[in-house]
């Protein structure tokens, strides 16, 4: 797999690996531990560098499976982890972006991820109640102290991100960005590009939706996220064929999978851009790794930016209490 450069110089695989689904979200959370740590290190296997993780998820055991996944292969891989959440009796119960609070997680995380450096410290979420020139500074000190290489956002906006970038240097904001989700086109993206900060999507496959394995027979698992999510309601889903359908269509003609046209189209949006699909299966990791290999022209790109705008996307991306924690 060839690699792409985010923000500050720091190169990574031009695919990586979102390692949420692997503790929680989609429903059961695998009971084999052993076979989760098969496929993270298989996706190294595979070209797959940069491992996407957070204290939250879990909370805790995640990021525990990380470090012993990848303590092996530490220097072939790059581990980004997240701070900023509250977390209380195993729960997330808000926000918390404090200075001191940012460096306790970062200890922590290091130890649960058996390495003495965390390649890329994300604010998960934006702290309406601590500037982000405090936040920034905080992880300045932690890059000057030798624990943190560099710093990252997630779903922040674009003032937010010329703010922190101006006290810190930003390497990358995580968003999601996807064929079925463009919010971040209109002031993020052109943002970003102007300042040379990396752009790293999750979801990039519309949480399985994007693949054409989800339909609106699909029954999700008790505690699956999606069954919170307006868009996977039945009838949006329903609504929603009609992309996806557009997706396939264009899939076969290229002879490969309806996630590695996805995958290719966000590949070709921005070079500093490095999508984190996540997986649980070792098939699915080669599956998009081979989405760099996928050619689009000019015009499947043009059909592609349209898509949303000509079919239409049923149903928003988060719930009301979801949505709250996207800095706007």
Not at 70 to 87: C, S
Not at 120 to 127: A, G, I, N, P
């Amino acid at each position: 797999m060839h690699r792409r450069t985010l923000g500050q110089g720091f190169e990574v695989s031009a695919i990586g690996l979102g390692c949420m689904g692997m503790s929680q979200s989609y429903g059961p959370n695998p009971g084999d531990r052993a076979a989760m740590i098969a496929v993270l290190r298989s996706a190294v296997d595979v070209g797959v560098t940069l491992f996407d993780t957070a204290e939250v998820y879990g909370p805790y055991v995640n990021e525990d499976l990380v470090g012993e996944a990848l303590e092996p292969l530490r220097d072939q891989v790059q581990i980004a982890t997240k701070f900023g959440w509250r977390i209380e009796d195993g729960k997330s119960v808000g926000l918390n972006s404090r200075p001191d609070q940012i460096k306790a997680v970062a200890d922590a995380s290091l130890k649960r991820l058996r390495t003495d450096v965390i390649d890329l410290f994300y604010q998960h979420r934006v702290d309406p109640d601590v500037p982000i020139e405090e936040v920034a500074g905080a992880v300045g000190e932690l890059v000057a102290a030798g624990k943190v290489r560099h710093l990252g956002l997630s779903e922040a906006s674009a003032a937010t991100i010329r703010r922190a970038h101006a006290a810190f240097p930003v390497t990358a904001v995580q968003s999601e960005y996807s064929l079925w989700t463009r919010d971040p086109e209109d002031e993020v993206l052109p943002t970003l590009a102007e300042l040379g900060i990396g752009f790293v999507p999750f979801s990039p496959l519309g949480k399985g939706f994007l693949t054409g394995t989800v339909s609106p027979s699909t029954d999700f698992a008790d505690g699956d996220i999606r069954t919170t999510i307006p868009r996977f309601t039945a009838e949006n889903r329903a609504a929603n064929e009609a992309l996806v359908g557009r997706v396939r269509a264009l899939a076969q003609a290229k002879e490969c999978a309806a996630g590695q046209i996805a995958l290719a189209w966000l590949l070709a949006k921005y070079q500093r851009i490095v999508p984190i699909p996540g997986t649980r299966r070792t098939e699915r990791l080669a599956e998009n790794a081979g989405s760099t290999t996928v050619a689009l022209s000019a015009d499947d790109i043009e059909g592609l930016d349209s898509l949303a705008a000509d079919v239409g996307v049923a149903g928003d991306r988060y719930n009301r209490q979801q949505m709250s924690f996207v800095d706007r």
